[in-house]
């Protein structure tokens, strides 16, 4: 076998990878124990719970998410009466979200406990690596 010079721990759309798996283990047990839910889900539930009324393309164009599982999320929160959809009046392909009640106490139960976590990791690095690192992932993400 040739030898490959690759290092593949050292790529950095792996080590992006490896971060956020490893990051965001922890955080992913909490939804999902406490209220059954799967990543998109949560991530729709914090798009609405911070911007507020929204349609499911908004929501995808901020999150990067694909319209189809933006869509099975919308639908199995709706199921759990996280949320509400109603028709636009003027146009009858769109539908708005809003959190219902329910929907926005566990938003706010997750955000705190969002916060702590983020503050936790934050806490592994200096605050110079901590703004570095956050530009730094903000700007790749941008080139999307």
Do not use: C
Not at 3 to 14: A, E, H, I, K
Not at 24 to 35: E, H, I, P, T
Not at 61 to 81: G, N
């Amino acid at each position: 076998m040739e030898s490959d010079d690759f290092d593949l721990q050292d790529f950095l759309p792996y080590l992006l990878n490896q971060a956020a798996e490893a990051s965001s283990l922890a955080f992913q047990q909490v939804y999902k124990d406490r209220y059954g839910m799967l990543r998109t889900e949560w991530r729709v539930l914090f798009h609405l719970g911070i911007y507020g009324r929204m349609t499911a393309r908004e929501i995808g164009q901020r999150s990067k998410m694909h319209k189809t599982k933006i869509s099975r999320a919308v639908q199995k929160l709706a199921d759990r009466r996280f949320l509400t959809r109603r028709p636009d009046d003027d146009d009858r392909r769109l539908e708005w979200l809003d959190l219902t009640s329910q929907g926005r106490a566990a938003y706010r139960d997750l955000r705190e406990i969002a916060m702590r976590y983020d503050a936790g990791l934050s806490d592994k690095l200096t605050a110079r690596e901590n703004a570095v690192l956050r530009q730094a992932l903000r700007k790749l993400a941008q080139d999307r």
